[in-house]
Structure formats: C-alpha cells, structure tokens
C-alpha cells in the first residue's frame, strides 16, 4: 500500500471557522492532489501541486487554497468553512501525470469534514 | 467534452454469480488513459487497474477482467464468481492529457453481493 496519511479523519466544524486537512506521504512521489467526495458526483478534484510550491486550480477550488512547502506534504485550508464544503476529502499522489507511465493515483484513508 | 458515464447506480447479486460493471466514456483525444478503482465500505479508494488507448487487449487478474473496446467507448468490469468481498462502490476514470482538469471520474457504481 501507498504510504498515504490525513489528518484529522474526522473533524466537525462549525461555520465561519478556518480548517486544515494534512496530507503526508512517505513515496516521494512528485504530485499530490486534493479531491472530494460527494454523493452524485463522483470525486472532484479540489487543487493539486506539481512539485514543491507548485500548486494549481482544479475543478472546484473555490473557498480552498493550498500549500506544499515540502514534498510529503500538502495541505488543504478552508479559510472560512461553510456547510457546502461538508464532505469527504481525498489526498492523492502518483509519481507521474497525464499521458505518462506510472499515472495512476494512490489514494489517501480520506476525511469526513462535517462544517454545522 | 470529456465524460465518463457509469449508467448502473446499484447492482446486487447473489453470492458466485458474475457480473459486469458498465463504463462508458467521451473523449475527443486519441490518446488517453482508463482506470477502475474499488471504494470498500471502510472507504478507502483502492486502484485496480490502468489501461492506455493503444492497448486493446482484454486483461484478467484472477477473478477480475476488463474488456477495452475504442469502437464503443467501453472499459467495462467483469467480476467472474463474486464474493462478499467484492462488495463496494467500482469508480471508473479517464485521464486524457496534462492540465488542470485532466482525470475525470464516474458517478460510481454500488455493488451489492448477497451472501
């Protein structure tokens, strides 16, 4: 297995309140991303890093941002969390991305944001 | 447009029997890459398989096996003698090209074994 972690697992918030999801690696693989989950839409991806400081938008990345200021680790901020972003959130990472070998993304255990 | 359609919400079979997991998918590009991933209830995604455009060939892994057709768009999932452990949700993706927005993932599919 993948040696993906994230932390917290579980965290209830309550609205307005700023939230930090960690995603750790021990891979060393060079990109990392930030999904979620939700019922009816499959998984989203948030934003992800192609290296060190190297970070970009993806599909739902707004009232996220994120850092990566070494390569096992990404994080995921919700600066002023709403009931919207009540979800489950997924880090991943893979050595390569697009049309390359080694593409495939390892996932994270994943945590379940309740923001009340 | 790219788009992957996973039209079976929830399938439940009975215990040995097979059952396949439809994938279908929408890209203009020529090149690009198929992936089927496994949600067990505990809720980690686990990767199963990665398939490229050139490569047509039907794989088996043990009681898995994966049928790539380009003419229709298809990469569907066969689980032959299903198990209990089979159980969960089958996510399939499509990853065409480098860029922001380039792995696109299905609805997913719940899969049901009933003992």
């Known amino acids: 297995d993948a040696g993906i972690t994230q932390s917290p697992r579980h965290k209830v918030t309550e609205t307005g309140t700023p939230v930090t999801l960690r995603c750790h690696q021990t891979e060393n693989h060079r990109y990392m991303y930030w999904y979620r989950q939700d019922p009816g839409h499959g998984l989203r991806l948030i934003h992800y890093s192609y290296g060190v400081k190297d970070t970009d938008k993806g599909e739902v990345s707004d009232g996220y941002s994120v850092s990566r200021s070494k390569t096992e680790d990404f994080l995921l901020t919700l600066e002023s969390a709403t009931s919207s972003q009540t979800s489950v959130y997924f880090c991943?990472?893979?050595?390569?991305?697009?049309?390359?070998?080694?593409?495939?993304?390892?996932f994270g255990p994943g945590t379940r944001l309740t923001v009340l | 447009a790219q788009k992957v359609t996973q039209a079976q919400t929830e399938i439940s079979v009975v215990e040995k029997e097979d059952v396949t997991l439809d994938c279908v998918y929408e890209?203009?590009?020529?090149?690009?890459?198929l992936f089927w991933y496994k949600q067990p209830p505990s809720g980690e995604l686990v990767f199963l398989i990665r398939r490229n455009s050139f490569d047509e060939q039907n794989e088996i892994s043990g009681r898995y096996s994966w049928n790539f057709q380009k003419s229709t768009s298809s990469f569907n999932f066969t689980i032959t003698a299903s198990q209990v452990v089979d159980s969960a949700v089958y996510f399939c993706a499509l990853e065409f090209q480098t860029g922001a927005n380039n792995l696109f993932f299905g609805t997913g599919t719940r899969l049901t074994v009933i003992p």
């Open positions: 991943a990472i893979s050595e390569s991305r697009g049309l390359a070998d080694n593409n495939e993304q390892f």
């Open positions: 890209t203009r590009d020529t090149t690009y890459y």
